[in-house]
């Protein structure tokens, strides 16, 4: 195309259009907007504040406020507020308010777009071009429009943006003026910036997420954080299968017990004082593959001794002993040690004691992985599986 310029007099007049003579310097609306969009750029304008802003209404009926905007050199206004009804649905939909100009209409209009595929907003064509200003997020079976289900775009500047004037291109120190004026940079300092800030107190947000990018509060976390429970316990051997018992995130502490030793028996089958120690304790983090081609894990339980060490427990690969047996009458047995923890040693009178099960004595036996004493055995070892529940 041939260079354009303008605006000139007319030295002659070529055509009447519509009783109107038009002069051979005249230019198209198309050169006014190339002409306005060169020094402003496209955008809401910000007086007022909620120009074109999404609020719910009632029910699910949402309204538009009426606002000033500008694309690619051309201006729209509107001077009242418009109200939108989303139909009601049991599938859930997302409806996309978008400012519209149509250079083949010759207009700038609002236009909800239903559902749109990912990346089909904006449309910005050579004849189409769009200002996208809200979304809202309708759920499967809604009755009622709320703040959270519309997500306001017109501070983005890759949707829509505030409309911003020369002066952004002078030389200025601060990230954005606007038609109004320049701000300072002693304000900026004190706006969180779209790149990232550093708080220097708490950041309180408006509510819980509605959907996937929403910053979530501590609360919601809280809520939703997976909570470690017993599955199952055996007192005996078994099999353990990971289909039975689900846990988030394939992840089980599985603990293991060993069994008491047994007190101090001499040769003539006498009992003496000193007591065997309790058994071992082992806490094992274990993670179950997905699709792992073993289904199923042999849990062995030990059995409480007299007179003797007392029975390991296992699981899988894993596994801890039980408890020593005292060595005389005046010997208990001593603590075993299993990753850096040993188990409570025998006493004079009683068995070792453990996190499960208290030692035995003369009058008493032994809870589970306690040392035995006198004629009572001790503890059978234990295996207990936790996981994690949402």
């Given amino acids: 195309m041939a260079m354009r310029s303008g605006l000139f007099d007319s030295t002659e007049v070529v055509e009447t259009v519509g009783g109107f003579p038009r002069g051979n310097k005249a230019e198209t609306a198309d050169f006014f907007a190339a002409y306005f969009s060169s020094f402003v750029g496209n955008g809401i304008y910000l007086d007022p504040p909620s120009a074109f802003q999404v609020l719910p209404e009632s029910g699910l009926t949402v309204r538009i406020r009426p606002g000033k905007c500008f694309i690619n050199g051309y201006f729209a206004f509107d001077d009242e507020p418009e109200d939108k009804t989303f139909p009601f649905d049991t599938q859930p939909h997302e409806y996309w308010l978008v400012l519209r100009l149509d250079l083949a209409d010759g207009s700038i209009k609002k236009v909800w777009v239903s559902d749109p595929a990912p990346g089909e907003l904006p449309v910005r064509g050579t004849v189409l071009y769009d200002l996208v200003v809200a979304r809202v997020s309708v759920g499967a079976g809604v009755t009622t429009i709320t703040d959270s289900m519309i997500s306001d775009l017109r501070a983005d500047p890759f ?3 505030r409309v911003k004037s020369l002066v952004d291109g002078i030389g200025q120190t601060v990230e954005y003026a606007d038609v109004a004026g320049t701000l300072v940079e002693e304000t900026m300092a004190q706006l969180v910036q779209r790149a990232g800030s550093i708080m220097t107190g708490p ?13 979530a509060t501590k609360q919601y976390v809280d809520s939703r954080a997976p909570r470690l429970v017993e599955l199952c316990r055996y007192t005996s051997s078994g099999t353990f299968r990971p289909s039975e018992y689900p846990s988030v995130g394939n992840r089980y502490l599985i603990m ?32 179950y593959p997905p699709n792992s081609p073993i ?12 007179g003797s060490d007392g029975g390991s427990t296992s699981f899988w690969g894993f596994s801890v002993p039980g408890g020593n047996k005292a060595s005389s009458a005046s010997k208990p047995g ?6 850096g923890f040993t188990s409570e040693s025998g006493q004079i009178n009683s068995g070792g004691i453990s996190l499960y099960g208290a030692g035995a004595t003369e009058t008493t036996s032994a809870g589970y992985g306690g040392g035995g004493n006198y004629d009572k055995p ?10 994690y529940v949402a």
Avoid: E, M
């Fill in 295 to 306: 289904t199923s894990f042999p849990v062995i339980v030990g059995a409480g001794a007299s």
């Fill in 203 to 215: 950041l309180t947000l408006h509510g819980d997420p509605a959907s996937p990018l929403h910053a």
């Fill in 159 to 161: 949707y829509c943006g």
């Fill in 334 to 339: 001593t603590g075993v040690s299993v990753a």
């Fill in 256 to 287: 293991l017990l060993g069994a008491g030793g047994g007190g101090y028996q001499d040769s003539n089958g006498n009992w003496r004082p000193a007591g065997g120690s309790a058994g071992g304790l082992l806490f094992v983090d274990f993670y």
């Fill in 378 to 387: 001790g503890g059978n070892g234990l295996c207990i599986i936790y996981g």
